[in-house]
Structure formats: C-alpha cells, structure tokens
C-alpha cells in the first residue's frame, strides 16, 4: 500500500494481497472464530482505522471493518452477494461456508456457487480489499464522486457538476461518499449528454443498451475464463443450460460469422474496424448490441499488443454510427453506449493516455450529437481516478468551445 507513512509505534498498513489472504481466511473460517484465527492484515487496518481501540477490541474491531467495506458496495447483486459470502447477513453468521456461498451465487441469476467461486468471489474480495486501503491512502490530485443522490421526490438523481468536480480535483479535496464505487455521474452541459464512470466488472453494468468491446485486429474473443473484458464479455453473453452446460457462445459465433460474411474470415481488419453481435444472455439486463472495436495489433514476432490513438479515434467515430443505426431500428431507448479503456489491460497502454485519446473522439461526437449518455468502465480505483483526473483537465477547453 502507498501513501501511508507509520508513525512511532504505528502499524505499518498491510498490501492488498495480505488483506485478500486474511480476507479468504475469514470466509473460510466465519465470523464466529474470528477470535481464535489468525488475521494479522485485517486486525493492523482495523487498529490504522480506528476501530479497535485496545487489544482486546481487535476482534470486534475486524468486524466491524468487514461490514464497513461491505456496506460500501451498495444493496446491488455484489453487494448483497459479499453479505452472504461472510455471513453478514441476519441469520447467516453460523452457516457452513459453502452454504454461505452458494447463497452469495444466489444473488446472481443463474450463477452456479462452483462459477461464482472461480469468477464473481475473488473480485469481490478485491473489492472489498480496495475499500478498506482507501481511507487510509493519500488522495494526491483525483476526489472521490458521491453515487448520485436521489431528489426528495425520488424522481431524479442530483449530479455534481463538471466544473465543481474539477475545483475540487484541482485543490485535492476528498468528498465523503457512501458507496465509493460509483457510478461517478458528470452533466457535460451539453443539452442532455452526461458522462458516467463505472468502477466494476463490465456485466453488472445497468441502463446500458450498447457495450462496447476491445477485441484484437483478428476478432478472436479472448477464452470466456479469461480476466479480460473480452472474455468477461464473452462468457456473460453465452446462453446457458438448466444445468449450466453452453448452448450458444453468442459473440464467437457471431464474430466468426461477420467475418465471413464481409469477407476477413481469418482476418486481419483494419485497426478501428466495429462489428456488432447481439448481446445473447446480457439482453436480460438491458443490454441490446454489443460493438467489438478491432483496436488491439498483435505485435509482430513478439507477446501483446499495441493499441494506437488513430485506431482508437476510428472506432469510436464507427461506434457512434453503428449506434444511431440501433436507434433508428429499435427506437428512442437506445440511449446509452458504455466504451471501456481500450489497451489498458492487457495491452499495457498507460491508462491516462486511452482516455484523452478516447475522450477527445467522444467529445467530437458529442459536440454533433448530444443526445448519448456514455459511460466508462474502469477495473480498479487507480483507474478511475486517472479517468476523472483527465477529464477534468480537458474541461476548461470544453466550455470554451461551447462559448
């Protein structure tokens, strides 16, 4: 962990990966022996927190650690879910393990506990992990947004304005949230267009009716067990079973169908190229076409890619095509469109440059077609800050443009 200096006679904090182990311990073991197992990253954060104030208050300490970073994941699927997993849910806390999974797999919608153990729970750990170093990292430049407010009439959020946010990233204030983990909403003053940064795994995306993907120049989807968004994307689309067994691996078919159909069966594309498929299994949560933009070159003779900003540029401007041909077929509910950072991952492209090169093509479609909300997907608080951080830079330019 980084930004945190112990003082005399202070705990040094613990990293992630210690936080994650002793996270997996306390699964494994429950709640109710807390007392007799060994956790010493979570009983350091929890004395680094305050919420053990003597030695033997530890104990009560790490829970209520554990139901603090909890909380902050929202009454959404993976927060109900990290309920479950450690029994913090009335009931639950003398449950056997497994049975406090198979709960948390529960939460999900057709999700076996066996895809749930090996997918949805070591994101959550880390999750969890992340939420419990955040207060006690340094904020350097990037503020945390609020999750929206809902008005006292409950009829619409309350965003904070893009100029505000940018004050207070400038002056490296931090804002007090209740759930860390967004969305971070952002009005961009342009008729309805606003932007939303989404810290998560791509799927538990909501009120998104296009996804977009970053695939390689050859449309070959990463393998559904991949950590990839390509695979993420992939194995959430696939239809599925009573049983859990594939039916129909909706976006590899679907690829390897539009190439052969437009010719490139074997590929390359060209770098920018956008092929659509249907969203399969996603549709469930709103999720209408799915646009896999071909922006990742495998590099020659050697292991990875390399994603370009012309690439980038190109596929957005086809994104935003492909995107008012869904509308003018499906009607005026296509209205938000989610791009990821494309190259960030694997690729290894520096996360603060994909977003000035994929914000400045956004910005250009927007400032001809405002009526888009677009969305963000980052994979970790870094990430996102970075995300916020640059588009805050590249504000003053916008409202000057707008003068």
Not at 177 to 183: L, Q, T, V
């Amino acid at each position: 962990m980084t930004g945190v200096r112990p003082t005399d006679g202070e705990p040094a904090p613990p990293s992630r990966d210690e936080l994650i182990l002793d996270l997996k311990v306390l699964r494994q073991r429950g709640l109710l022996r807390c007392a007799a197992t060994d956790l010493p990253a979570l009983r350091t954060v929890a004395v680094l927190r305050g919420f053990a104030t003597a030695p033997n208050l530890e104990n009560a300490g790490v829970e209520h650690l554990l139901r603090t970073a909890v909380a902050a994941l929202g009454e959404e699927e993976p927060g109900r879910a990290a309920q479950y997993l450690f029994g913090l849910v009335q009931g639950t806390a003398g449950r056997r393990p497994k049975d406090l999974r198979e709960a948390a797999a529960n939460t999900f919608a057709g999700l076996s506990p066996e895809t749930f153990r090996k997918h949805h729970e070591p994101l959550l750990l880390g999750r969890i992990a992340d939420e419990m170093q955040l207060p006690l990292q340094g904020v350097a430049s990037v503020a945390w947004h609020p999750r929206p407010q809902r008005s006292p009439d409950g009829a619409a959020p309350v965003h904070q304005d893009l100029a505000d946010l940018e004050w207070r990233l400038t002056r490296g204030l931090e804002v007090a949230a209740a759930h860390r983990y967004g969305p971070y909403r952002i009005d961009l003053g342009r008729g309805r267009s606003h932007l939303v940064v989404d810290l998560g795994p791509v799927e538990e995306l909501t009120d998104v009716q296009i996804v977009v993907s970053s695939e390689n120049t050859y449309l070959l989807p990463a393998r559904p067990f991949s950590d990839s968004m390509s695979g993420a994307l992939r194995k959430a689309s696939a239809l599925r079973g009573p049983d859990g067994g594939l039916i129909d691996d909706v976006v590899a078919r679907e690829l390897a169908s539009w190439l052969a159909a437009n010719g490139r069966a074997g590929g390359p594309v060209e770098p920018g190229v956008v092929a659509p498929t249907s969203a399969g299994n996603l549709s469930r949560s709103g999720v209408i076409s799915l646009f896999h933009a071909a922006v990742a070159i495998p590099r020659v003779g050697q292991q990875g890619y390399q994603v370009t900003r012309p690439a980038v540029s190109a596929a957005v401007t086809r994104c935003f095509e492909l995107a008012r041909q869904l509308r003018e077929r499906e009607g005026a509910g296509v209205e938000a469109m989610s791009f990821p950072l494309f190259g960030a991952g694997h690729a290894g492209t520096s996360p603060a440059a994909v977003i000035a090169w994929l914000w400045a093509a956004v910005r250009r479609e927007l400032h001809h077609d405002p009526s888009w909300r677009i969305h963000v997907t980052t994979m970790d608080p870094a990430q996102t800050r970075e995300v916020l951080a640059v588009i805050a830079a590249a504000t003053p330019r916008d409202r000057q443009g707008q003068q």
